[in-house]
């Protein structure tokens, strides 16, 4: 059975700090998901990583696949409170968008 | 706005009673995917229809069931509830068939069991 873990759970952080969530995944995958979710609200997808080494930047988040090391990475550089929200990955074990296992969520805080 | 619709936005009901969530995929897309997302158990995958035709299955209880319409837009009915089942049930859809693009979600519906 696929098992996705991120940590930390939780993250609190000053603005304008730099900071890593990390998003192990126990099977082998070469597609990654990373969707952002508010309070009450729905899922919006920021990245979607296909291959290994795959790296994809948009403002000040950027995600990053090691599929060999079954790892992907959410940097998040010179935090603004805009970001505050829960961050998920996904791992598609079946190679075909279809069964997405989840991970835990790291709620950030980003604190003025 | 996601371009996925699901309705109803929130739903209270009691125990034993039956309801049914309905979910409008983007346009174009052809698979609709269910979640459910609860404290305790975090984003459960529940069941994916591509065409009309199930594709893929999650940890979906038997008083659960699915179905996707020949207009693409799908159904979740749930079964003599209990109150366990309180969570917020999510629909995403994509072009499905193994292509290269992310799941987009609705808004969810939020039930509530009594």
């Known amino acids: 059975e696929l098992k996705v873990e991120q940590n930390p759970l939780f993250l609190s952080m000053q603005e304008g700090k730099n900071y890593t969530i990390y998003c192990n995944y126990s099977?082998?995958?070469?597609?990654l998901y990373w969707y952002r979710q508010d309070p009450g609200k729905s899922l919006e997808s920021l990245f979607v990583?296909?291959?290994?080494?795959a790296v994809k930047q948009e403002g000040r988040l950027m995600a990053s696949l090691d599929t060999k090391a079954r790892l992907s990475t959410l940097h998040i550089t010179a935090a603004v409170h805009d970001l505050s929200a829960t961050y998920f990955c996904a791992v598609d074990a079946n190679f075909g968008n279809e069964k997405l296992t989840f991970g835990t969520g790291t709620r950030l805080t980003i604190i003025p | 706005d996601s371009g996925v619709t699901q309705t109803p936005k929130h739903l209270i009901t009691a125990t034993g009673q039956r309801v049914t969530l309905r979910c409008s995929p983007r346009s174009g897309d052809l698979s609709v995917y269910w979640y459910q997302q609860s404290l305790d158990q975090g984003l459960q995958f529940l069941i994916q229809y591509y065409n009309g035709e199930e594709r893929a299955k999650g940890n979906i209880l038997e008083r659960f069931s699915a179905q996707q319409f020949p207009d693409l837009h799908s159904e979740l009915n749930l079964s003599s509830l209990e109150l366990g089942d309180s969570a917020l049930y999510f629909c995403a859809s994509s072009a499905g068939g193994g292509g290269n693009q992310p799941q987009h979600f609705g808004d969810g519906t939020r039930l509530s069991i009594l």
């Open positions: 099977t082998t995958s070469d597609r």
């Open positions: 990583l296909l291959s290994n080494g």
